[in-house]
């Protein structure tokens, strides 16, 4: 029959393992999804400005009426990119774009979509695309990053945090045993009382044991 100590760390493994594996598994994936709705939020803002900027001439060409651009979107394959298309009329790209096209469906003004596309050197972007209306001509506006370098970064501290989650994981499995041993000892205790019992150094057990072991330990010294 397995003892009681074996049985309780078992127990207790298993039961710390599953409640670490479900924190671990919430925490990481909640630090995914805070992250990159923090990257959208940002793509989507850079996307309200750029409509913000779009104009049609009068020669009826879109324009961007912006002289600095972020630097990132002027360096070749850079991983923030900007795109505008609009039906029949072209597409205006990011410097950072070069001739690559984001493939985003037209966008009905007033509503907005994000979500993964493949970049240029097959980079995984998060676009955020809104749709505008600008002199009678609809445009659909994206805004484009790179989230490998960002999933690196969260790959670093998931590793880190893992760590930090298995070392809490030994410590409290290590203080767990600890305090079984102790709760078990007066067992020991009690075990060491039947044997100076055979051999008449004691006529009761000693009766310093759990209270989930004390009618047993009485009910043998009546015995006696």
Known sequence: MMSILKALTIGLTLSL???????????SIA??????????????????ELSTALVVNASAESILGISHFDPAFLQPASGHYFQISSDGVGTMRSPSLGNFT????????????????????RQRLLVSAIGVERSSRQFTIAVAANMLPIRER????????????????????????????????????????VVRL???????????????????????????
Do not use: K
């Not at 984001?102 to 050197?121: C, F, K, M, Q, Y």
């Not at 994981?169 to 078990?184: D, K, N, P, S, T």
């Not at 000892?185 to 060491?192: G, K, M, V």
């Not at 006529?203 to 015995?223: F, H, K, W």
């Open 31 to 48: 630090i995914e999804t805070m992250m990159e709705d923090y990257v959208a939020a940002n793509l989507h803002q850079e996307a309200q």
């Open 17 to 27: 393992a599953a409640v670490f594996a479900a924190q671990w598994s919430a925490g």
């Open 154 to 193: 969260i790959d670093a501290f998931l590793m880190h945090y893992t760590l930090v989650t298995l070392t809490m994981f030994a410590v409290l499995l290590a203080l767990q045993i600890w305090i079984v041993r102790r709760a078990l000892a007066p067992l020991r205790r009690a075990q060491a009382d």
């Open 102 to 121: 984001i493939e985003v469906g037209a966008i009905a003004p007033g509503r907005t979509e994000t979500g993964h596309r493949l970049g240029p050197d």
């Open 198 to 224: 055979e051999h008449g150094e004691i006529t009761q057990l000693g009766e310093s044991v759990p209270s989930e072991a004390l009618p047993l330990i009485r009910n043998i010294n009546r015995l006696l």
